[in-house]
Nanobody, 126 residues
Framework: QVQLVESGGTLVQAGESLRLSCVAS????????IAWFRQAPGKDREFVAC????????YYGDSVKGRFTISRDNAKNTVYLQMNSLRPEDTAVYHC???????????????????WGQGTQVTVSL
């Protein structure tokens, strides 16, 4: 079983950048697909990005493609989410999630991930 702890969320202005971190413990990090999801008040949880286990292939949600970059450092058991050109609509609680057995068609589905962090708040002001 893996435990996840996010950090890095804060208040920024539109157009600025921010990097979130997700540190994993308690499992074989390389074998987990790690994803970022976000949830704004009154909205469903939204897929942001993921880094697939072993291959490290990355996938992005349409609303963040070209602005956000996910990366992983297997030596540090850490996944990062670099967020550039932030917009007010990026305001949300950002969660990282992990799972070991995900097929390609399931990567963007929050229900398929078994392990979740507590989340970190990102607020983007005008």
């Amino acid at each position: 079983q893996v435990q996840l702890v996010e950090s890095g969320g804060t208040l920024v202005q539109a157009g600025e950048s921010l990097r979130l971190s997700c540190v994993a413990s308690g499992g074989s990090f390389r074998s987990y697909t790690i994803a970022w999801f976000r949830q704004a008040p009154g909205k469903d949880r939204e897929f942001v990005a993921c880094s697939r286990s072993n291959s490290g292939h990355t996938y992005y949600g349409d609303s963040v493609k070209g602005r956000f970059t996910i990366s992983r450092d297997n030596a540090k058991n850490t996944v990062y989410l670099q967020m550039n050109s932030l917009r007010p609509e990026d305001t949300a609680v950002y969660h990282c999630a992990a799972d070991r057995q995900l097929i390609l068609s399931s990567l963007r589905s929050a229900e398929q991930y078994d392990y979740w962090g507590q989340g970190t708040q990102v607020t983007v002001s005008l």
